[in-house]
Every structure is written in structure tokens, then in C-alpha cells.
């Protein structure tokens, strides 16, 4: 933001697994952004920000309807405080391209001529008004397919606007890992043009910060005060393997566990594994569909377990053989069905390396099993299965 306010805007693209903190993250730059919230050490900024949401958009035309209807409300809000945002506004509110009548034609509009008058609004926008510029932050980035188009209109919008002049727009994007090869194979230089932040889980000091805040944060408002023993923090911080949003909901489940205002190890085993628990809520939310939707035996996802403590790294049949304990043609079976249903990824390179597909679900299966042993199995976190299919 600093540079882009100084005429150098460096696009960006955070990139992550689900929960990792993207949408968290970009919220936040956009907080500093418009100067609702200081950056410690940092400049004030005053950016226009306009978050965009681009749900499955097809086509170009479509991106720059959804940037130009937000820019359009953004404008509406400003306008009393700022002359210049008047005009903008006024073209846009006329803007053939927003209205009902343009949408019946998009077929045979071509996306340069809109695109290239959306840049040269917010160019014509951003040396008139007195902000540092506009931040255009796009969560979710890796909704629309690839033929949406959203690399090649990055691209060409950027250059019209350093054509033109107008160095002050950045382009903040968030997404799935996906998301860098979707606009790669939407324009082959496009990826270029964007700074990759790839966000990886929290260090465990980090961990159990989160924590230590989120309790002061509930002693501050709550009449109760609630403490958290060293053992449960330590576990907190281990089941979470560094997730946030794993952190949030361990911890959640944890204070409600607790009777005593002193969260334990037993409180966070109790509120992982209770029949709500953080277990169950993570697993409904992520991952039951892989782990027991899809496979009704229990030797399959033995080999699933076993294979979780190396994350998601590449592992070979053999590895894969010793690690469980199967035998031969369980494990060959296995790993057919498992790659056939995507629940484990087969190496394109070398021939019998397979992985499993995320590291958050290893970490959720860890999690699992954790819990398991320290519970016993006796009144263990199941599931409804589905219909069994044969396995
Ligand atoms: N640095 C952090 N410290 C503590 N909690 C965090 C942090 N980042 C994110 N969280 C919490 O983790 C949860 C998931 O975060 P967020 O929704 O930003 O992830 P995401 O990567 O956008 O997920 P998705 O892929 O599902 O969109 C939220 O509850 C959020 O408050
Ligand atoms: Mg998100």
C-alpha cells in the first residue's frame, strides 16, 4: 500500500488452504488501506477500498460489471465528502454496461472497450480525489473458471492504467492454491504481474498467542474469569497444528468444555471430542466427506492415518506398507479406490507416490487420532456412514 501511494503498486495474491487466514488477512490490509486502522510503525494511508465479490462471474464483461457496480457504491458513500468523486459516479450511473438493456447484448460486446473505460474512470478518479488511491480487493479470487478470464484482464487493465498514467491502483487478491495456475491459463504472463504470498500455518509461539488473546479478550468483557493451564495450552497449540481457524475452534470447544474457569488438557480433549465438539464441527465442515462419506473401511482409513503424520509429503507404496501395517492387496486396493475418489493425490512424475490432499486434513485426521487414544475408544466420535460402496 505504501508503494502503490507512491506510485509503484505492487498487485498481490495471497494464496492458502481453506481456513489458513486469507479472507482474515485481506480484510485486514484493507482496514489499513482506508486508514481505519494504523499499521504499528506504518504510514497513514487513505486508499478508496472496493471489495469485490465475483461469485462465478463467466466472462470479462462480467469482472468489470462486478468491479464497476462496487466502485459505483463506494463512490455513492463518499460523495458528499468529495467533489471529485461526483463525476465518476455520474458516468457510471449512466454506464450502458450496469444496466439491464447492455446485459441482453454482452454476447457480442467485446470486454477491451468497457474494460479500457473502467480504467480510465478510476484513473480520472484517482488525480482528481485527494486519496492515495484505489484498492481493489478481490477475496475468493478462485471462484470463476479460468475462462472468466481473470488473468487476462488484470493484466490489460494494469497496462492501460501505467499507459495512462495512473500508477496508484493495486490489485489485492485472495484464493485458493488454484488460483495462481486459473490465471496463468487465462493469460500466460498475467501471473507476472502479481507478488505470490503464500500464507502456511502459525509457528506454535503464534498459536498459543492467539490463544492468550482470545481468553483476555473474554476476561475483559466477561464477569468470570477464565485461566488456561500450561498442559492445555500446550495441547491447544499441538491438536491445531497451526491452523487458525482449527485454533479458534478447538479453543471454543475447550471453553465450553470447562466447568472450572481453569481450561485443562482434559477440558480440550472433552471439548474436541464431545458429540458437538471441535472434532465433529471441523469434520462436518471439511472433512467428513473424505474420511467417512466416501469410505466405509475401516483398513482404508487406517492406511489414511498413517499416512497423516507425514502431512501432506509424497510417500511411496512401500513407505505407505510399512507405516500401516496392511497387507499387499489391502494396500494396493487402497490406494486405487483412495486416488480414484480423490482423497489421495497420485504423483504425476513417479510412478507409486501418493500424498494426501491438504495438510489441514492430515491435521485434522491427527487430530482424530490424538483424541482417540487419549479417550479410548469407548465413546469414540462416529458418524452416520453412507451407504457402503463395496470396499
Ligand atoms: N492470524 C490469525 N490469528 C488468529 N486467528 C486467525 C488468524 N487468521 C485467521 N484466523 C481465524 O481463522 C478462521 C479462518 O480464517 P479465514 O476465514 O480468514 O480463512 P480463509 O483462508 O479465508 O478460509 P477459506 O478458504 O475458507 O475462505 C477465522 O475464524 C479467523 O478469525
Ligand atoms: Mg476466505
Known amino acids: 500500500m505504501f508503494q502503490t501511494k507512491h506510485g509503484n503498486p505492487i498487485h498481490f495474491i495471497i494464496e492458502g488452504e481453506r481456513g489458513i487466514g486469507k479472507s482474515s488477512l485481506l480484510f485486514l490490509v484493507s482496514n489499513f488501506a482506508s486508514g481505519r486502522i494504523k499499521p504499528l510503525g506504518g504510514a497513514d494511508l487513505n486508499f478508496l477500498v472496493i471489495p469485490v465479490e465475483l461469485g462465478n462471474v463467466a466472462s470479462q464483461l462480467e469482472i468489470v460489471r462486478a468491479i464497476a457496480r462496487q466502485f459505483k457504491s463506494e463512490l455513492q458513500r463518499i460523495q458528499a465528502k468529495v467533489e471529485a468523486a461526483k ?30 473505460e473502467l480504467a480510465d474512470k478510476m484513473a480520472e478518479f484517482c488525480e482528481k480525489a485527494e486519496f492515495d488511491g484505489i484498492f481493489i480487493a478481490i477475496d475468493e479470487a478462485d471462484a470463476p473458471s479460468s475462462e472468466a478470464g481473470l488473468g487476462e484482464f488484470t493484466k490489460y487493465f494494469t497496462e492501460r492504467l501505467s499507459r495512462i498514467g495512473c500508477n496508484n491502483v493495486v490489485f489485492g487478491l485472495a484464493g ?5 495456475d486459473r490465471i496463468r491459463s487465462s493469460h500466460p504472463s498475467a501471473a507476472r504481474i502479481f507478488n505470490l504470498l503464500s500464507l502456511s500455518p502459525l509457528a506454535p509461539d503464534e498459536r498459543k498467542e492467539v490463544v492468550r488473546r482470545g481468553l483476555s479478550e473474554a476476561n475483559s468483557k466477561n464477569d468470570r474469569k477464565t485461566s488456561i493451564s500450561d498442559d492445555g495450552l500446550d495441547l491447544l497449540a499441538e491438536l491445531s497444528e497451526g491452523y487458525p481457524h482449527f485454533i479458534q475452534q478447538f479453543s471454543y470447544c475447550a471453553f465450553e468444555a470447562d466447568t472450572d474457569d481453569d481450561i485443562d488438557a482434559l477440558d480440550v480433549v472433552n471439548g474436541a471430542y464431545d458429540k458437538d465438539g471441535a472434532i465433529a464441527q471441523l469434520g462436518s465442515k471439511y472433512f467428513d466427506d473424505l474420511y467417512y462419506g466416501k469410505i466405509s473401511s475401516e483398513r482404508y482409513r487406517n492406511i489414511l492415518n498413517s499416512m ?16 500401516s501395517g496392511e497387507s499387499s492387496t489391502t494396500v494396493s486396493n487402497a490406494l486405487n479406490a483412495l486416488k480414484t475418489r480423490n482423497i489421495l493425490i497420485a504423483d504425476p512424475t513417479r510412478q507409486g507416490f501418493y500424498r494426501l490432499p491438504t495438510r489441514s486434513f ?6 482424530v487420532k490424538s483424541v ?3 479417550k479410548g475408544a469407548s465413546d469414540s466420535y462416529r458418524l452416520p456412514l453412507s451407504k457402503g460402496d463395496g470396499d
Not at 501432506?312 to 506398507?321: A, G, N, P, V
Not at 492430515?362 to 487430530?367: D, F, L, R, S, Y
Request: charged share 25%.
Open 308 to 323: 497423516a503424520d507425514f502431512g501432506d509429503q509424497w510417500l511411496s507404496r512401500k513407505q505407505i506398507l510399512n507405516l
Open 87 to 116: 463525476s465518476v459516479w455520474e458516468f457510471l450511473s449512466n454506464w450502458e454496461v450496469l444496466g439491464v438493456r447492455y446485459h441482453k447484448q454482452s454476447e457480442v460486446v467485446e470486454p477491451e472497450s468497457v474494460r479500457d
Open 362 to 367: 492430515a491435521a485434522w485426521i491427527n487430530a
Open 372 to 374: 482417540e487414544d487419549r
Open 176 to 180: 485458493l492454491p488454484v488460483l495462481l
